[in-house]
């Protein structure tokens, strides 16, 4: 991963990763919904209601997927201090925040009609709500630190540590999350894919995996795209501070150094 620690050689290499994952992610992910929505049988039980499974659940692994790439990525900058660990996890944040939402969103549509209630204190739906309320304050957190930048290098390099540090510990609920309908008893119904198995049909299984492959897809091109422009924005806020710290006739050493991007 030290290889691609320079931004030159990353932003080469996203400039056209970027396209094609969200192409083909929007092709996948599209062909997917279309064959779910449109084309797929009726479940016996919950008949037409079953076709929001399609958004669903890939919203509820992306959520889960993107909390985990931000402690990755915290795990990278506190050990490592790999110089785009930090901005990889801010890129996270917001699209896993978005996916969380869709799934809570999704899950409360489908259970007015099944349960008969917009929402209820299971399990497995209280700990996707505290996984949404994590991402807010890692939001928060990471725009903290990204404005302490204008009040020196120390303080930032700390606010930094912090954000890490709690995208780590916010880690914790992934996998509470993931088993909570195993160790609550819960109205949520227990896992349907495990290792080497299966509980759900072929013909609702195959299109369901080919849209959380497409989601994903396009997952990971919204954050190179969104790495792009932080690294974009670091490098235009340089540029004005060495021309204002020119202007005062004192040049910053954080600073000093040409342009890298």
């Known amino acids: 991963m030290h290889g691609f620690a320079n931004p030159a050689r990353f932003l080469r290499i996203a400039r056209w990763l970027t396209p094609l994952l969200l192409v083909s992610g929007l092709v996948v992910s599209g062909a997917a919904l279309a064959y779910g929505l449109l084309l797929a049988p009726a479940d016996r039980l919950m008949g037409d209601t079953v076709r929001i499974l399609y958004i669903h659940v890939p919203a509820a692994w992306l959520g889960m997927g993107g909390w985990t790439t931000i402690a990755v990525a915290s795990l990278a900058e506190l050990v490592w201090r790999h110089p785009l660990a930090a901005i990889a996890a801010r890129a996270a944040a917001v699209p896993g925040a978005v996916f969380t939402a869709i799934c809570l969103l999704t ?26 309320l994590l991402y807010f304050a890692y939001i928060a957190l990471a725009g903290a ?21 709690f995208g780590l510990v916010g880690a914790v609920n992934v996998p509470i999350i993931n088993r909570s309908v195993v160790w609550w008893n819960s109205l949520h119904q227990p896992p349907s894919i495990t290792m080497g198995k299966s509980a759900i049909d072929p013909a609702f299984l195959w299109p369901l995996l080919i849209a959380t492959l497409g989601f994903s897809l396009l997952f990971g091109g919204v954050i190179l795209a969104r790495m792009r422009t932080l690294l974009a924005d670091i490098q235009a806020e340089a540029r004005l501070r060495r021309k204002a710290q020119r202007a005062d006739g004192r040049v910053d050493p954080l600073f000093a150094a040409p342009d890298s991007l």
Request: hydrophobic share 45%.
């Open 145 to 165: 630190a990204q404005r302490d930048m204008g009040a020196g290098a120390g303080l930032s390099a700390g606010s930094s540590r912090v954000t890490a540090i």
């Open 107 to 132: 899950g409360s549509i489908w259970g007015r009609p099944t349960w008969g209630t917009w929402w209820v204190w299971d399990g497995r739906l209280t700990s996707m709500l505290v996984l949404l």
